[in-house]
């Protein structure tokens, strides 16, 4: 089966510009999840879609990040302007939705290494 | 609330010796607890996932965790280390919460 498809893999920008990420999930997954991952960290969650609906945005950064699923499959991730300290990996992950009392895996895809100069 | 604690930012070991990396959490809940792997410049992948069914879990690649509740650890091993084996390892949890990601342990292998 084909895995989460994301681009651009890299990106260079600078400060103050804007710059968009696109996800591809895997088909039939219904969950889709965005994660920053910054040099020598662990992912970090910053925003969760089941379909379309947004289930959890707690840690998304609303006054320059912002992301969207309308159709419940690709999803895009925008940040604008950037700062320097947006220079990260950004992941995207799918899955199934969760059952109850059974932990979901997430799928992840390769990431897109942004660098803000 | 979740959180997991790795205790080793870097490992090395000889190629052919015992992998062991080391993860403690602490939940309010009883917790689901994942490791996977990042190769450089790949996605992470899934090695295993403790579903609460057996203490002890095996994945791929010959990576084994063992789930233990009195010492609220969760270890990664591998009874004998391969050079592809090289790459960074986080541990993993959710309890009532998205996933929440240890810090990531880097395991270099020598040949």
């Known amino acids: 089966e084909a895995g989460v498809a994301q681009s651009p893999r890299y990106k260079i920008i600078e400060k103050r510009q804007s710059v968009a990420f696109w996800c591809n999930p895997i088909?039939?997954?219904?969950?889709l999840y965005w994660y920053q991952q910054i040099l020598g960290q662990g992912p970090k969650l910053l925003i969760q879609f089941q379909n379309n609906g947004v289930v959890d945005d707690s840690q998304l950064p609303k006054d320059r990040f912002s992301a969207e699923r309308l159709k419940g499959v690709d999803s895009t991730l925008k940040i604008q302007p950037a700062k320097l300290e947006d220079s990260a990996v950004y992941l995207c992950?799918?899955?199934?939705?969760?059952?109850?009392?059974?932990?979901?895996?997430?799928?992840f895809g390769p990431g897109t290494r942004l660098t803000v100069t | 609330a979740q959180s997991v604690t790795q205790l080793d930012s870097h490992v090395s070991v000889s190629e052919g010796t015992p992998v062991l990396l080391r993860c403690n959490y602490s939940?309010?809940?009883?917790?689901?607890l994942f490791w996977y792997v990042q190769h450089p410049n790949k996605g992470l992948q899934l090695l295993l996932k403790?579903?609460?069914?057996?203490?002890l879990v095996k994945g791929i690649n010959g990576f084994e965790a063992e789930f233990k509740k009195s010492e609220t650890s969760f270890h990664l091993t591998k009874p004998s280390a391969h050079m592809s084996d090289a790459a960074e390892y986080f541990c993993v949890g959710s309890g009532n919460t998205p996933l929440v990601f240890g810090k990531g342990t880097r395991l270099s292998v020598i040949a």
């Open positions: 992950a799918s899955s199934l939705p969760a059952l109850a009392g059974s932990p979901y895996e997430q799928y």
């Open positions: 939940s309010s809940y009883s917790p689901s």
């Open positions: 403790y579903t609460s069914a057996a203490t």
């Open positions: 088909s039939g997954h219904a969950t």
